[in-house]
């Protein structure tokens, strides 16, 4: 019998293609390289991670190894990659938020998104997804009907999360907010845990990136009431946005790849051009559109511009929230 995180990692793994390597192209660093993923296996962002890591093989180094260091909403993973060597062995792959959301959020962060790092690309972009499971009854088909459940049902008014702080967990604030209804947050450390508590009826609604929330769905497992983004997602067209449903509630989620500073820009250049062949490769774009995600492209420099971008944007928006930052 399987367990509920079985379930998870293999409906997300499910996803994954075999791989198309360029044998012929030489490695663009002459050693083993490590790709940090800050969120647990199984999840959204780790199973992308992987589908770009055995990519990179041979065109950027001969093996490139996923390393999941997570807790403290990926913040170690991220402080891992800012203390690492500048050889291009050690790179960062993450979701937006601890990058542009976290500096707005924490008091006290152990990095500085702008300084200590180097935006090589943006890789994906997907939806946040509200979702239910066996926990809220089978006849709550929206937002608004799950709002008014969770009003009935105090002790159930609860959310699982990726992570503190991270984008799903402001999603469901600004849900809050927007409904006037207390619902707690409950934080775990990706979001294959989370969806696992949710499967099993043990908090009532998840916050999730499409690409971990679809698989889940397709199985039964759970319902997707809602997309966060401004506009429907092509993956889930018959699903109504926040904003259609009459909450002011829309935001988009990337996925990207960061060096340490003073990396030398060969390298930089290099793993640019990897990345950026693997993007456009029909193989890739069928394994992500399995998770729900969209495949982009920026080289460095306009990427570091969009990071800079999202950086301001943020700041406004937390502040009308209300949402308190922590240490």
Same mark, same amino acid.
């Given at each position: 019998m399987f367990t509920r995180r079985q379930t998870v990692a293999g409906a997300l793994a499910g996803a994954l293609v075999p791989p198309t390597f360029n044998r012929a192209s030489a490695a663009i660093i002459d050693r083993q390289a490590h790709m940090i993923v800050g969120f647990a296996a199984g999840g959204g962002t780790d199973v992308s991670a992987r589908l770009v890591a055995e990519r990179?093989?041979?065109?950027?180094?001969?093996?490139?190894?996923?390393?999941?260091?997570?807790?403290?909403?990926?913040?170690?993973? *991220?402080?891992?990659?800012?203390?690492?060597?500048?050889?291009?062995?050690?790179?960062?792959?993450?979701?937006?938020?601890?990058?542009?959301?976290?500096?707005?959020?924490?008091?006290?962060?152990?990095?500085?998104?702008?300084?200590?790092?180097?935006?090589?690309?943006?890789?994906?972009?997907?939806?946040?997804?509200?979702? *239910?499971?066996?926990?809220?009854?089978?006849?709550?088909?929206?937002?608004?009907?799950?709002?008014?459940?969770?009003?009935?049902?105090?002790?159930?008014?609860?959310?699982?999360?990726?992570?503190?702080?991270?984008?799903?967990?402001?999603?469901?604030?600004?849900?809050?907010?927007?409904?006037?209804?207390p619902i707690a947050a409950v934080h775990y450390r990706g979001g294959a845990p989370a969806l696992q508590d949710l499967m099993g009826g043990h908090v009532s609604m998840s916050v999730n990136p499409s690409g971990e929330a679809i698989p889940m769905a397709r199985g039964g497992g759970i319902r997707i009431l809602a997309v966060a983004s401004p506009e429907r997602s092509r993956f889930l067209p018959d699903t109504p946005t926040l904003l259609e449903q009459g909450f002011n509630v829309a935001i988009n989620t990337w996925s990207g790849v960061f060096l340490p500073a003073k990396t030398p820009a060969p390298i930089v250049t290099g793993l640019s051009a990897a990345l950026e062949k693997i993007v456009k490769s029909p193989d890739m774009i069928e394994a992500q559109a399995k998770l729900g995600n969209e495949m982009t492209f920026l080289p460095p420099a306009a990427f570091a511009t969009l990071v800079r971008e999202d950086i301001a944007k943020w700041g406004p928006v937390v502040k009308a929230s209300g949402f308190e930052p922590e240490d």
């Open positions: 990179l093989r041979e065109d950027y180094a001969s093996v490139v190894i996923v390393d999941n260091k997570t807790g403290a909403s990926s913040r170690p993973a *991220v402080d891992f990659v800012k203390h690492a060597a500048p050889d291009g062995a050690t790179m960062l792959f993450t979701t937006d938020f601890p990058i542009t959301l976290f500096p707005h959020i924490f008091k006290k962060l152990e990095y500085d998104s702008i300084n200590d790092f180097i935006p090589v690309a943006p890789v994906t972009k997907s939806s946040l997804v509200v979702s *239910v499971g066996p926990a809220v009854p089978a006849d709550v088909t929206s937002v608004k009907a799950l709002i008014e459940w969770m009003k009935a049902n105090p002790a159930k008014a609860n959310f699982g999360t990726t992570g503190n702080g991270g984008t799903p967990h402001f999603v469901g604030v600004m849900l809050a907010n927007a409904s006037n209804v």
